[in-house]
């Protein structure tokens, strides 16, 4: 790959995972990234690295993550010697619990059809008492779960930290407290950007990758992609010595010995406050699924917002009126990480075909807008 100079707007895990891939490939980097009263859904997230139910209705989708779950044991190894960080990444398999038969029956069907989309089976499906023959202390409200071998997670917090370090160490600069307010075509090629303060920079290629932030600057750069808020709730309780005994997409333990609870979705605007209702639900259902939560105390609780394209899967997509501009947008960042720090690189910088032949392009919103 020749050098080029390439500007990234955004400093959450998308954007430094993007950056580590092209810093890796040999580019010259730099991170613009925004205020700290920014929405940032890198740090409030579950951390989860995730394949079960992914991609039930978008084939593209469905084997996109498992590439990026497979390649995530690499990855961590990576990251751990560029940045002397341990991002606690255990892929133990993961459970999702019901309470409710039908809810079961219609996430059951669901897998299903991710089987099919994948060409392989990564799931069973387990009734409450062989939950409760296998693992000790899930409650009697819990009526079946699904169980993917594949699934596990990180500590968050240190991955989006690892991040940083990495992509400075080989040689990244990343710019804090630097919002882009403004795009515009350079009359040479490439790009002249302000700043919310006032200064101005140039840029040779762009990756948009600002999150939520990213939807103005995305239409001034003619994609048609929209890019909303959804809003999730979480609960951590105090530390505990004891290791709980399952990994779930609602409750998990993070290395350092909390538990994390959460899996809420709203619909709330630009609001990221956590309300009393979703928290009550959460600790109702930690505690259905596993009783012995009942005792252990809730610390913290907070509310962040996802960033979601309009039908919820990546977008993967290069402007058609500055082709040196790439939108680089999802929701699961984290499971995504290893491929957007590698299969990423050679699509922006050699302008070589998009992962899935394109699927993630934007072009399918407006296609249909049009139908
Ligand atoms: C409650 C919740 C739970 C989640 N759980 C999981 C999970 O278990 N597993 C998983 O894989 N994913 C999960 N996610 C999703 C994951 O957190 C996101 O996909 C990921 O963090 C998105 O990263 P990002 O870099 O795109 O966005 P952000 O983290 O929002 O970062 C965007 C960055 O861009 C900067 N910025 C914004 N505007 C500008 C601008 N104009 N100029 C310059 N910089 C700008 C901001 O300051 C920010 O630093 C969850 C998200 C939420 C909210």
Redesign the pocket.
């Known amino acids: 790959m020749g050098q080029s100079d390439i500007t990234i707007?955004?400093?959450?895990?998308?954007?430094?995972s993007v950056a580590l891939g092209l810093l890796r490939a040999g580019q010259v980097v730099t991170v613009?990234?925004?205020?700290d009263g920014?929405?940032?859904?890198?740090?409030?997230?579950?951390?989860?690295?995730?394949l079960q139910g992914k991609g039930a209705g978008f084939a593209p989708y469905a084997r996109w993550t498992a590439q990026a779950v497979a390649a995530w044991p690499e990855f961590a190894a990576t990251l751990r010697q560029v940045s002397g960080l341990d991002v606690a990444l255990s892929q133990p398999g993961g459970y999702e619990f019901f309470t409710d038969a039908a809810e079961l029956a219609d996430f059951a069907a669901g897998l299903e059809r991710q089987q099919a989309n994948l060409g392989y089976k990564a799931h069973e499906i387990l009734t409450g008492d062989d939950l409760r023959r296998d693992i000790s202390g899930i409650g009697q409200g819990v009526v079946g779960a699904s169980f993917c071998p594949r699934d596990g997670?990180v500590n968050?917090l240190r991955l989006l930290r690892a991040l940083r370090i990495a992509v400075v160490t080989m040689g990244g600069r990343i710019v804090a407290d630097?919002?882009?307010?403004k795009i515009a075509a350079a009359s040479g090629g490439g790009f002249d950007l302000t700043l919310q303060n006032g200064t101005k920079r140039g840029a040779g290629k762009l990756v948009l990758?600002?999150?939520?932030?990213?939807a103005p600057?995305a239409t001034d750069l003619g994609f048609t992609a929209q890019i909303r808020p959804q809003r999730?709730?979480?609960l951590i309780t105090e530390k505990l010595a004891d290791r709980l005994p399952f990994l779930s997409s609602t409750i998990r333990q993070v290395d350092e010995g909390g538990v994390q609870i959460?899996g809420t979705h709203a619909d709330a605007g630009l609001n990221d406050a956590e309300t009393l209702g979703m928290m009550t639900g959460l600790a109702r259902h930690a505690v259905t699924v596993f009783p012995a939560l009942a005792g252990v105390r809730v610390v913290r609780s907070w509310g962040?917002?996802?960033?979601m394209s309009a039908d919820g899967y990546p977008v993967y997509a290069r402007s058609a009126l500055h082709p040196d501009a790439c939108l680089v947008?999802?929701?699961?960042?984290?499971?995504?990480a290893p491929l957007h720090a590698s299969d990423l690189t050679d699509w922006i910088v050699n302008r070589t075909s998009a992962p899935e032949k394109g699927a993630f392009d934007d072009t399918r919103f407006a296609l249909s807008t049009a139908a």
């Open positions: 707007i955004g400093g959450g895990v998308v954007g430094l613009l990234d925004g205020a920014d929405f940032r859904a890198s740090q409030g997230n579950f951390g989860l690295v995730w997670h968050p630097a919002s882009v307010t990758c600002a999150g939520l932030g990213a600057l999730g709730e979480l959460g962040a917002l996802r960033v947008t999802c929701h699961s960042g984290v499971t995504l």
